[in-house]
């Protein structure tokens, strides 16, 4: 039995469920799931689906009034976001997209720092990867951990390289950020850098560090490369 408390956290769910039986991406249990919701609810179940895409644009136009608008509306922080298939919750949009406003209001509201999207990566592993070090230090700060993988092992700090910020990786690697871990295809930091590194001034910075601090650049991938 649906609870009126519950009533915006349950929209969410069918709206999610909608959209993906939409794209027929849904089976037989997540059709009963529906139904179940739908006759729980007499409310417009796109509602949710519509707002989630509202607040996407919102952070990422910097627009405060709408996203406290919508925390107030659901209340929960959390809920993985309707408009796409990506599992990202509004810590993870605003890591990469938003103001410092933004994360100091979404960090007031102690979200889960830590929680990943589909790709398995974590609001520190996007904000690395965009280049926002103002979000980074503030998510560090909270304690968000510098040591996950995601779904292609690739740490924070592998974002940090990505991105070509060594300020963002010296960050990362000040607050606990390993070096000697390895993706799916056995590189190392050195060959990650060599491979997907950008091409900026930083590039010979971080491989310089990664060489100071122990690692062997005639170790080989699982390709046979060093």
């Known amino acids: 039995e649906i609870k009126e408390s519950d009533t915006a956290t349950h929209i969410k769910i069918a709206s999610k ?3 993906d039986c939409f794209i027929n991406n849904c089976d037989n249990t997540d059709i ?3 139904e179940n919701v739908i006759a729980g609810n007499n409310v417009d179940i796109n509602s ?13 136009d910097g627009d405060m009034v709408y996203l406290k608008e919508y925390i107030k509306q659901y209340g929960a922080v959390d809920q993985p976001l309707t408009y796409d298939n990506e599992n990202n919750r509004m810590i993870h949009l605003i890591a990469q997209y938003g103001t410092p406003a933004m994360m100091d209001l979404i960090l007031a509201l102690q979200p889960q720092l830590d929680i990943t ?4 990566n974590t609001a520190l592993h996007l904000a690395a990867l965009s280049g926002n070090a103002d ?10 951990a510098p040591n996950i993988p995601n779904q ?4 924070a700090i592998n974002m940090a390289i990505k991105n070509g910020s060594f300020e963002i990786f010296r960050l990362l690697y000040s607050n ?3 070096l000697m871990y390895y993706d799916n295809n056995g590189n190392n930091l050195l060959h990650y850098t060599v491979l997907y590194g ?10 310089q560090f990664l060489l100071e601090h122990g690692l062997n650049s005639e170790e080989k991938n699982k390709q046979g490369k060093t």
């Open 17 to 19: 469920l909608v959209n």
């Open 32 to 34: 009963l799931k529906l």
């Open 48 to 60: 949710a689906f519509v707002d989630d895409i509202k607040v996407a644009s919102a952070i990422k």
């Open 117 to 120: 999207n589909v790709d398995g």
């Open 135 to 144: 979000a980074v230090e503030k998510l560090l700060g909270q304690g968000a």
């Open 152 to 155: 292609n092992r690739e740490f």
């Open 176 to 178: 606990g950020a390993g």
């Open 198 to 207: 950008a091409e900026n001034d930083d590039k010979v910075p971080i491989i």
